[in-house]
């Protein structure tokens, strides 16, 4: 049975449940911040996924990449998988404009967290998805 991660889970509001993965927005307004889990239990690393499921796994990270930048507008893609924090294999990605606040730095450590105002994630979790379908259609 699939289990978030405690951080994951607190850090994070739920976007939707793809075909392999947990999409989740993280709770920080100063970049619009994907993260994606295979809903897989005891997967740590890439070299992990089984081979049935690794090309679904870059197809649902391409989706969400280009959902995010149409969404957001981004002029730069980051996508990363760490895992140094949080054991549970789950793949960062996030829109990046010149001038953000790490720019042109990772996001990792810089500042504190900014999480959304009222309605915000909402809001953009409802754009994100509505982009989605039309992206997952075409």
Partial sequence: MFELHPRLEADTKTVDDWELCRVLLM??????????????????????VPAVHKWRFFEE????????????????????????????????????????????????GVGEAEPYGPGKADLLIGKLNVTVARLAVG
């Fill in 27 to 48: 709770d920080d307004a100063r970049y619009p911040w994907l993260i994606l889990v295979p809903r897989i239990e005891g997967l740590r690393d890439f070299d992990e």
């Fill in 61 to 108: 990270i391409e989706l969400a990449s280009r959902a995010l930048r149409e969404t957001s507008g981004a002029e730069k893609m980051n996508v990363a998988a760490l895992g140094n924090m949080v054991p549970q294999l789950h793949v960062h990605v996030v829109a990046r404009f010149e001038g953000d606040a790490a720019w042109p730095k990772p996001v990792w």
